[in-house]
Nanobody, 116 residues
Framework: QVQPVESGGGLVQAGGSLRLSCVAP????????MGWYRQAPGKQRELVAS???????NYADSVKGRFTISRDNAKNTLFLQMNSLKPEDTAVYYC??????????WGQGTQVTVSS
């Protein structure tokens, strides 16, 4: 199964930082928008941030000013720098890559836990 691979999750205290990475397989044709989503227990999956191949970004209001999304198109790699983390940021974070005809490819997720 063609699937992006996330890394960088873990346990951190409130106010701390983490950096997530995601590598999308080269076999995904024409990757356009890439993004990070998260799902907390008992809640729906939500968009955290996205970035187009041209570099346009979009953030959820809850993370604006704290998280920064970036990508390396040459390496099909996506990043999420998370600063000033809060306990409510605790969730499984998923990488998404949109390929040809907006087909979605999802990673398996990485756990981020923020302790108070």
């Amino acid at each position: 199964q063609v699937q992006p691979v996330e890394s960088g999750g873990g346990l951190v205290q409130a106010g701390g930082s983490l950096r997530l990475s995601c590598v999308a397989p080269g076999s995904i044709f024409m990757i356009n928008t890439m993004g990070w989503y998260r799902q907390a227990p008992g809640k729906q999956r939500e968009l955290v941030a996205s970035i187009t191949v041209g570099g346009m970004t979009n953030y959820a209001d809850s993370v604006k000013g704290r998280f920064t999304i970036s990508r390396d198109n040459a390496k099909n790699t996506l990043f999420l720098q998370m600063n000033s983390l809060k306990p409510e940021d605790t969730a499984v974070y998923y990488c998404n890559a949109q390929g040809f005809r907006a087909r979605d490819y999802w990673g398996q997720g990485t756990q981020v836990t923020v302790s108070s």
